[in-house]
Each structure stands twice: as C-alpha cells, then as structure tokens.
C-alpha cells in the first residue's frame, strides 16, 4: 500500500492558471515536504511544513494534519513551472528518511 | 556556495562491472542519504548516514555499499550484485537527521 498519493499524476495547464496538487498520506508525521525536480532530475525543495499554510512567491502549500492532506498551490502558472512536484513524509521522526509520493507531472503551456 | 555535488551527471557501465557515485558537501551536513528513482516510481532511500563512520541501511540496501569516512563525502557503490542497477540516484543531506533535507543534482547510471 502506498503510504503516500498524489494526484493528478499528470497535469496540462494553460499559462496563468491556477494550479492544485493533492497529496494525501496514511501515517502520522511531524512535517511534509514538497519537492520540485526539473526534467534534468536535480530535486531543489520548496516547502516543509507542519501545520497551516506555508507561501513563496506564486507557490502556496496547505496542510490539514487531522485529515492526513496537503496541497500545493500554484498562482499565474508559468512555463517555467513545469515539472515533476512531490510530496514526501518522514518516517519515523527523520525529516532526511523520507516516503516520496510519485510526483505529479505538471506542464504549462504557453 | 554551498551545496551538494553529485558526479558525474551521467554514468555508463558494463555488466558485471562495481561503479561507485560521488556525492560532496560543503554544508557542514551531519546526515547524508542516497536516494534510488525508477520510471513512474517514487524515490527509494538506499542508505543512510547520521555521523561520520556510521550508516544504516535503507529500504532497498542490496546490491549497494556506501562509507563515511569524512563528513562531506558519501559515496555509493553500485555492486554487480545489484540486479537493476540502471536507474537515477540522487544524494541528499540534512544538518541532522530531524532538519529539512537538502538535494543533489542527481547520476543517472545506464547499465548495458
């Protein structure tokens, strides 16, 4: 069983969209984070939160603890915005021994 | 600056044949991780290390062999033992093992 969802798996917007991906885990954690990784592969992170909401720029992350549920948001989506955005979850109490959602693969055309 | 340097960004190799992935950091990292990623899967920890001269096995050890005899260097092994090795790894490290992690660029190894 996954202990980590994401959805969509994959995602087309348009430029100037507003985007949402879900992710939902089965255990109980400290922090969430969401990850980015362009098509070169090299992964830079975006988010670690723990409660309520997080905001860099255009991007915005949300998490619900008690329903086990967090979402990142992007404002006026780029082309540039177009990657791979995972979630991952500590096991344990090790924010580094990490779960990883699949990723949902986001394209934004221009 | 500071960083995580994985190299080289693209590895080819016989079969049968022990490669072995660089990974340097210049963070002052206590923790250091390497990480497996296959088509439509998520990343898989294969190691770890929380201090010097010390590491752990992750979820999908066998096949691999790491050490950690500085503090800014973890290199993995890629064993003739390891039935898959093609695939795309990525090193990563955190000041401990309770602080958010920070990423390299990633190897991608082909295996033919």
């Known amino acids: 069983k996954n202990e980590v969802e994401q959805s969509p798996q994959n995602l087309t917007a348009q430029e100037g969209e507003f985007i949402t991906i879900n992710c939902s885990y089965s255990?109980?954690?400290?922090?969430l984070h969401w990850l980015q990784q362009h098509p070169g592969g090299g992964i830079v992170s975006l988010f670690m939160?723990?409660?309520g909401k997080k905001k860099h720029g255009r991007l915005i992350a949300t998490i619900n603890i008690q329903e086990k549920h967090s979402s990142l948001h992007i404002t006026a989506s780029h082309p540039r915005d177009s990657a791979v955005y995972i979630c991952?979850?500590?096991?344990?109490?090790?924010?580094?021994?990490?779960?990883f959602g699949k990723g949902t693969k986001l394209s934004v055309k221009p | 600056d500071g960083g995580i340097t994985q190299s080289p960004k693209y590895l080819f190799r016989k079969e049968g044949q022990n490669v072995t992935l660089s990974c340097e950091q210049n963070?002052?990292?206590?923790?250091m991780y390497w990480y497996r990623q296959d088509p439509g899967q998520g990343l898989r920890l294969i190691y770890y290390s929380q201090i010097v001269n010390d590491f752990q096995k992750g979820d999908i050890a066998e096949g691999y062999s790491v050490s950690r005899e500085k503090k800014e260097s973890f290199p993995l092994t890629v064993t003739s033992a390891q039935k898959n090795p093609t695939a795309f790894y990525l090193c990563?490290?955190?000041?401990?093992?309770?602080?958010?992690?920070?990423f390299g660029q990633g190897t991608r190894l082909t295996v033919v």
């Open positions: 255990v109980g954690i400290s922090a």
């Open positions: 991952a979850v500590p096991l344990g109490g090790s924010q580094g021994n990490l779960i």
């Open positions: 963070l002052n990292h206590d923790a």
């Open positions: 990563a490290s955190s000041v401990t093992m309770n602080t958010e992690a920070f």
């Open positions: 939160l723990s409660s």
